[in-house]
Protein backbone atom coordinates (compact mmCIF):
# COMPACT_ATOMS: atom_id res chain seq x y z
CA UNK A 1 0.00 0.00 0.00
CA UNK A 2 1.30 3.24 -0.55
CA UNK A 3 0.90 5.98 1.54
CA UNK A 4 -1.61 7.57 0.88
CA UNK A 5 -3.49 4.14 0.86
CA UNK A 6 -4.94 4.85 -2.68
CA UNK A 7 -3.58 1.57 -4.04
CA UNK A 8 -3.25 -1.67 -2.30
CA UNK A 9 -0.85 -4.51 -3.77
CA UNK A 10 -1.66 -8.17 -2.83
CA UNK A 11 -0.50 -11.65 -4.40
CA UNK A 12 -2.80 -14.67 -4.91
CA UNK A 13 -1.01 -18.15 -4.64
CA UNK A 14 -2.65 -20.76 -6.11
CA UNK A 15 -3.05 -23.67 -3.66
CA UNK A 16 -0.93 -26.48 -3.62
CA UNK A 17 -3.24 -29.10 -3.70
CA UNK A 18 -4.27 -27.89 -7.32
CA UNK A 19 -2.89 -29.41 -10.22
CA UNK A 20 -4.64 -29.23 -13.59
CA UNK A 21 -2.97 -31.94 -15.37
CA UNK A 22 -4.16 -34.18 -12.74
CA UNK A 23 -7.82 -33.41 -13.27
CA UNK A 24 -8.04 -34.20 -16.95
CA UNK A 25 -6.00 -36.73 -17.71
CA UNK A 26 -7.77 -39.37 -18.00
CA UNK A 27 -11.08 -37.25 -19.44
CA UNK A 28 -10.05 -35.81 -22.51
CA UNK A 29 -8.90 -36.82 -25.92
CA UNK A 30 -5.28 -36.49 -27.27
CA UNK A 31 -7.08 -32.98 -29.52
CA UNK A 32 -8.18 -31.51 -26.07
CA UNK A 33 -4.96 -32.33 -24.60
CA UNK A 34 -3.49 -29.76 -26.94
CA UNK A 35 -5.98 -27.10 -26.49
CA UNK A 36 -5.67 -27.66 -23.00
CA UNK A 37 -2.08 -26.98 -22.98
CA UNK A 38 -2.47 -23.74 -24.63
CA UNK A 39 -5.18 -22.92 -22.65
CA UNK A 40 -3.09 -22.95 -19.43
CA UNK A 41 -0.35 -21.01 -21.53
CA UNK A 42 -2.53 -18.43 -22.09
CA UNK A 43 -3.73 -18.02 -18.65
CA UNK A 44 -0.08 -16.77 -17.57
CA UNK A 45 -0.22 -13.93 -19.83
CA UNK A 46 -4.10 -12.99 -19.65
CA UNK A 47 -6.61 -12.77 -16.37
CA UNK A 48 -9.36 -14.45 -18.57
CA UNK A 49 -9.61 -15.82 -21.90
CA UNK A 50 -12.85 -15.15 -24.61
CA UNK A 51 -13.42 -18.07 -27.21
CA UNK A 52 -12.14 -15.76 -29.96
CA UNK A 53 -8.93 -15.29 -28.41
CA UNK A 54 -8.41 -18.93 -27.78
CA UNK A 55 -9.35 -19.34 -31.59
CA UNK A 56 -6.85 -17.05 -32.53
CA UNK A 57 -4.02 -18.55 -30.14
CA UNK A 58 -5.00 -21.91 -31.31
CA UNK A 59 -5.49 -21.65 -34.76
CA UNK A 60 -8.36 -23.95 -34.62
CA UNK A 61 -12.01 -22.53 -35.58
CA UNK A 62 -14.26 -20.50 -33.10
CA UNK A 63 -17.13 -23.60 -33.36
CA UNK A 64 -14.43 -26.20 -32.00
CA UNK A 65 -12.96 -23.73 -29.42
CA UNK A 66 -16.46 -23.24 -28.06
CA UNK A 67 -16.87 -27.08 -27.68
CA UNK A 68 -13.65 -27.05 -25.98
CA UNK A 69 -14.51 -24.40 -23.77
CA UNK A 70 -17.17 -25.82 -23.17
CA UNK A 71 -15.57 -29.10 -21.88
CA UNK A 72 -13.08 -27.86 -19.73
CA UNK A 73 -15.63 -25.75 -17.99
CA UNK A 74 -17.83 -28.84 -17.26
CA UNK A 75 -14.70 -30.14 -16.09
CA UNK A 76 -14.35 -27.50 -13.64
CA UNK A 77 -10.75 -26.16 -14.95
CA UNK A 78 -12.45 -23.05 -15.63
CA UNK A 79 -15.53 -20.70 -14.90
CA UNK A 80 -17.53 -18.81 -17.37
CA UNK A 81 -18.79 -15.01 -16.75
CA UNK A 82 -20.97 -13.87 -18.79
CA UNK A 83 -23.58 -15.26 -22.08
CA UNK A 84 -22.75 -15.65 -25.40
CA UNK A 85 -20.40 -13.95 -27.38
CA UNK A 86 -19.33 -11.55 -24.13
CA UNK A 87 -18.51 -14.63 -21.89
CA UNK A 88 -15.09 -14.65 -20.61
CA UNK A 89 -13.39 -18.00 -18.66
CA UNK A 90 -11.05 -17.31 -15.63
CA UNK A 91 -9.25 -20.57 -14.38
CA UNK A 92 -10.68 -21.78 -11.63
CA UNK A 93 -8.68 -22.31 -8.52
CA UNK A 94 -10.13 -25.25 -6.08
Known sequence: MDEDRTYLETILYIQKEFDP??????KVSDKEKMFYRLLLGAFVEREFVTTKTMSEITGIAESTTRRYLLRFRDLGVIRPDGKNRGTKYYLSVR
Open 21 to 26: KLKVSD
